[in-house]
């Protein structure tokens, strides 16, 4: 094997967590998500040679996924649309785990609610970055980053209540 | 749900998905490079045995007619044209799978809206409506005068042939024009798609 794969596969392994977590927003079930891996991966890979000119991993993996999953999500128009989340972590008692799995389906409902580019902007807040490094990855400018992050958080509070109350109506 | 709880939660959501072992995402890497190679190979296969079948047969036909003039003028201009297309759709091709994922989510969109307008407003449209009868009325001259033994003249001044002639083109320009609009709509839906995701990322 070549050293370039191999390079790029200690990075792979290494930040896989951001794919997992673009797929998450983006895809609403595992079929979806595993085809949406494999499709961001080959992506990174082929946009490999630009990384070792410059910026960060981390911003540099976020753009390549966001990229490559708004494309696809673009392309296929029969996604289904049943909400699947990872199972929850085995070390944790069984009540606060079925907790935890319903806050986590309730967030991702409404964040799945959001619009495609709102997903990104909402993702990368969610995931700590700052609003220099969501400006250069969306290509937005900071201050429009700032209304949209505050808006989409609005947004999120507003559907978690919808669905907390649909869920004690029910 | 307060604000800060969003964080805390995408935490415990954003964390459960299992770490994909090195082993495997090498597997993932490589069936992928070989798929899409695969896919690409096939549509150049494909594309490139039609081209090359084409200007076989016209080399081959024009050695043998190679006194009638008009015969060999109707085989190169076909020839000509048919590399020029191949040539064509396989730059259109690669362009497109040059799509740089690395850019800024904007300017990706702005990226490919502009790449796709071009090729469904400009000259390159009127280029791909037009040699369609062009193509295909040098295809059916060629193959026409070469069989039926007479010279290229005998053949448009011969009602019979005209006939046949109109009545291939009746036939095969709609099936042509049927899978060129295909094509059409399929790049319309991308851009209308790539203009809606554009507005979302830049409305106010």
């Known amino acids: ?98 907790e935890e799995a319903e806050s986590s389906l309730l967030l991702l409902k409404a964040i799945h609610e959001l619009n495609d580019t709102n997903k990104a902007i909402i993702l990368l807040y969610l995931e700590e970055k700052s609003y220099d490094e969501i400006a250069e990855i969306t290509g937005l400018s900071k201050n429009n980053v700032g209304v949209r992050i505050n808006r989409a958080k609005k947004n999120i509070e507003r559907k978690t209540k919808i669905f907390e109350r649909w869920k004690e109506m029910n | 749900m307060e604000r800060d709880e969003l964080k805390e939660l995408w935490k415990n959501t954003g964390d459960k998905t299992p770490e994909v072992s090195r082993n495997k995402l090498e597997q993932i890497l490589e069936s992928k490079a070989k798929s899409t190679m695969n896919r690409f190979l096939m549509v150049f296969g494909i594309a490139g045995i039609i081209s090359l079948s084409v200007i076989t047969f016209v080399i081959i036909t024009a050695l043998y007619r190679k006194e009638d003039i008009l015969y060999v003028i109707n085989s190169t201009v076909l020839g000509i044209l048919t590399i020029a297309s191949l040539v064509s759709a396989l730059w259109s091709l690669r362009r497109l799978s040059e799509t740089k994922y690395s850019l800024p989510l904007k300017q990706l969109l702005e990226k ?77 839906k991308n851009l209308n798609e790539f203009k809606r995701l554009y507005k979302h990322l830049t409305e106010h």
């Open chain 1, 1 to 98: 094997m070549n050293r370039d794969k191999e390079e790029f596969l200690d990075i792979l392994e290494r930040y896989q967590g951001i794919l997992h977590k673009v797929n998450l927003v983006y895809f609403r079930n595992s079929a979806d998500r595993e085809d949406n891996f494999q499709e961001m991966v080959y992506q990174l890979y082929r946009s490999y040679p630009e990384l070792k000119k410059k910026e960060s991993i981390g911003s540099w993996f976020y753009k390549v996924a966001i990229n490559t999953s708004i494309t696809k999500l673009k392309k296929d128009s029969q996604l289904k649309y049943k909400e699947e989340i990872p199972e929850p972590a085995f070390d944790t008692d069984m009540e606060k785990k079925m």
């Open chain 2, 112 to 188: 490919n809206i502009k790449m796709i307008s071009r090729s469904l407003n400009g000259w390159h449209r009127a280029v791909s409506i037009l040699i369609i009868p062009v193509l295909f009325i040098l295809l059916m001259m060629s193959i026409n005068v070469y069989f039926s033994g007479m010279s290229y003249l005998d053949v448009i001044s011969s009602g019979e042939s005209v006939t046949a002639l109109i009545a291939g083109l009746l036939v095969g320009l709609p099936i042509s024009y049927y899978v060129e609009n295909q094509f059409y709509r399929y790049h319309v």
